[in-house]
């Protein structure tokens, strides 16, 4: 079976070697059809700690790593504002 892979943005890097993603499903109403948009957070290993809050970031299922992470960030598609900003 292939492995799940999400987009979304990060909304904390508070703790270490983990992210927090908020990944947005939009899908219509079964009955009304209007676009409904549900929010997931997930929290995946950032080994080298280079994700910041804002950024766009891939992720991938993976085996458990602890009691909560099940996903692993494989790359960053965009930076946000406050990552270009640190760079700076």
Known sequence: MALK????TVVSD???KTVVVAVENRFPHPIYQKIIS???RYKA???ENHCKVGDRVRIKESPPISAQ???TVTDVLVQ???SKE???
Request: hydrophobic share 35%; aromatic share 4%; charged share 35%.
């Open 5 to 8: 892979e999400m987009v979304g």
């Open 14 to 16: 508070k703790m270490q």
């Open 38 to 40: 549900r929010t997931t």
């Open 45 to 47: 290993h950032d080994a």
């Open 69 to 71: 992470k099940r996903w």
């Open 80 to 82: 946000g504002m406050k």
């Open 86 to 88: 640190a760079a700076k």
